[in-house]
């Protein structure tokens, strides 16, 4: 068990926030308690309807919370290229961002709209592609936070098969799209250092928390998919594993607003594994986030794919 962290959000009065797949689950809470530090946020999402709804409801919760939505699809290039152009034209700088939004276990192969297997497209690479396209209005002292899982622990995962052309296993891809991440934040907040970009990157995990990504996805299924059914069951069987969203995010909120949160860190629950127990502590890292080597053949990679190049 890791050593616990004080989380004790400071007010951000007149700080942007921006936050994906911010109407529910993970992203809905974190909205909502940036909102009450007094925090603009922009809730970036794939349908506007549903942001609408969120931002309703957390007005219930928090009158005068400054809120927006920005059309975002992960899965899309196109989409995070219009949202990113969109952002620097407008010209506010960005406090705090927070890759939060994810597809996790699609029973089959799915791909983006660019042609990558969606995990590893929308999780990885269009968070990658977002980061990139907003740097310009991260460079003021901004915080970046990537929402990892304890999925990127599974062994041998490497990115030899990025796409899963050669065989699609469902937690098997979620776990390399992860890991991606995890990697991409450390990177980040190297790469940041080394050429003064300005940002400080790190990452966190919420355990295992009750969110709509395991509580029932169906992928266009008329049921729910066999993992999600598992989970449900374990959610009565062995509720003490579980954290409630309000728990889950509090290891990405300590990430983006506490002031002694460290560039290149990872967060996660105190409890054991990781899993649950609630309260913050640091996180085990997989070997390869400490690769060198890795992280910058992944860098390239990721370059290559989304054709975003950073500076430097």
Request: glycine share 12%.
């Amino acid at each position: 068990m890791s050593s616990g962290l004080q989380l004790r959000v400071p007010g951000l009065s007149g700080r942007l926030a921006v936050v994906t797949g911010a109407n529910s689950g993970l992203g809905f809470g974190l909205t909502r308690e940036l909102s009450k530090a007094g925090a603009d946020v922009i809730l970036a999402v794939r349908s506007r309807a549903k942001g609408e709804a969120a931002i309703e409801q957390i007005r219930r919760a928090v009158p005068g919370a400054k809120l927006a939505v920005a059309d975002l699809n992960l899965a899309s290039l196109e989409s995070v290229a219009v949202l990113g152009d969109r952002m620097v034209a407008d010209g506010r700088p960005i406090d705090i961002l927070i890759n939060n939004a994810g597809v996790m276990t699609p029973p089959q192969r799915q791909v983006t709209a660019d042609g990558f297997e969606l995990q590893f497209g929308a999780n990885h690479l269009g968070h990658f592609a977002l980061t990139g396209r907003l740097l310009p209005l991260l460079r003021n002292g901004a915080r970046v936070v990537t929402v990892g899982s304890i999925a990127a622990t599974q062994r041998r995962l490497s990115f030899d098969d990025a796409n899963a052309e050669r065989g699609y296993r469902p937690m098997r891809s979620y776990g390399m799209a992860k890991l991606a991440q995890l990697m991409f934040a450390k990177e980040l907040d190297r790469r940041s250092r080394a050429h003064g970009w300005g940002l400080t990157s790190n990452a966190a995990h919420p355990g295992l928390s009750k969110t709509n990504l395991l509580s029932g996805a169906s992928y266009g299924r008329e049921k729910p998919t066999l993992n999600a059914r598992v989970t449900q069951a374990t959610w009565r069987l062995l509720p003490f594993m579980w954290l409630d969203v309000d728990e889950g995010i509090k290891p990405t909120l300590y990430a983006a607003t506490s002031p002694d949160a460290e560039g290149g860190a990872y967060y996660g629950p105190r409890g054991l594994y990781e899993t649950a127990g609630g309260g913050v502590g640091f996180a085990k890292v997989p070997t390869s986030v400490d690769d060198d080597d890795k992280r910058r053949a992944l860098w390239r990679l990721s370059e290559q794919l989304t054709a975003v190049t950073y500076p430097g």
